[in-house]
T-cell receptor, first 115, second 113 residues
C-alpha cells in the first residue's frame, strides 16, 4: 500500500470552479507539503504544515488555500480555478527535523487541467 | 533568494557513467538532496549531502562542495531504467524562518542503447 496517497489522480475542470485536492499519509509524519510542478519551472512550494495547528504559506500561495484536518490529512483548495493553475500537484510528507536526512516523501501526484 | 541551476537535458549510453551537475546560490544551507523522477511519477529520494565530500550508494554517488556551491550526482553502469529526471534540491530557511526545500528545474537524462 502507498504511504502517501492523493485523490483525484486526474481532474479536468472549468475556469471559476472550486476544486479540492486531498492527500493522506500513513507514515506517521508531522510535516506535510503541497507543491506544483510546471515544465521548465521545477517543483514550487504552495503551502506547508508542521503539525495540525500550523499552516504556512510557501513560495506561491496566491489563489490557493489549505486545511490540515488531521495529522494524516492535508487538503489543497483552489477557490476559483484559473487556466494558469493547470499543473501537476504533489503532496509530500517528512518527519521532524533532528533525523539524519529528514527527506520528503512524495505522493503520486494529481494532474489538474483548468479549461 | 535561492538560485539552483542544473542542465536541462543530458544523453548517455547504456553501461557508461554520467555526471549531473548542480550549482546553487542560497542565503543559507542545511543540506542538499537529489531526487529521481520518472515521467509522470512522484520524485523519489536518492541521496543527501550536508558535509563536503562524496556519498556513495550502490551505482549512485553524490558529491558536495559547500565553498563552491556545487554538487554532482554520478550514475555508474547506466541502465535503460535510469532514464528519468534528476532533481537537485537545497534545504534552506524560507521567509518564515522554517527549513524547506528549494528545487532546481531538473535534468532529464536519456539513456540510449
Amino acid at each position: 500500500d502507498a504511504d502517501v496517497t492523493q485523490t483525484p489522480r486526474n481532474r479536468i475542470t472549468k475556469t471559476g470552479k472550486r476544486i479540492m485536492l486531498e492527500c493522506s499519509q500513513t507514515k506517521g509524519h508531522d510535516r506535510m507539503y503541497w507543491y506544483r510542478q510546471d515544465p521548465g519551472l521545477g517543483l514550487r512550494l504552495i503551502y506547508y504544515s508542521f503539525d495540525v495547528k500550523d499552516i504556512n504559506k510557501g513560495e506561491i500561495s496566491d489563489g490557493y488555500s489549505v486545511s490540515r484536518q488531521a495529522q494524516a490529512k492535508f487538503s489543497l483548495s483552489l477557490e476559483s480555478a484559473i487556466p494558469n493553475q493547470t499543473a501537476l500537484y504533489f503532496c509530500a510528507t517528512s518527519g521532524s527535523t533532528g533525523t539524519a536526512y529528514n527527506e520528503q516523501f512524495f505522493g503520486p501526484g494529481t494532474r489538474l487541467t483548468v479549461l | 533568494g535561492q538560485n539552483i541551476d542544473q542542465p536541462t537535458e543530458m544523453t548517455a549510453t547504456e553501461g557508461a557513467i554520467v555526471q549531473i551537475n548542480c550549482t546553487y546560490q542560497t542565503s543559507g544551507f542545511n543540506g542538499l538532496f537529489w531526487y529521481q523522477q520518472h515521467a509522470g511519477e512522484a520524485p523519489t529520494f536518492l541521496s543527501y549531502n550536508v558535509l563536503d565530500g562524496l556519498e556513495e550508494k550502490g551505482r549512485f554517488s553524490s558529491f558536495l562542495s559547500r565553498s563552491k556551491g556545487y554538487s554532482y550526482l554520478l550514475l555508474k553502469e547506466l541502465q535503460m531504467k535510469d532514464s528519468a529526471s534528476y532533481l537537485c534540491a537545497v534545504r534552506d530557511v524560507d521567509q518564515t524562518g522554517a527549513n524547506n526545500l528549494f528545487f532546481g528545474t531538473g535534468t532529464r537524462l536519456t539513456v540510449i542503447p
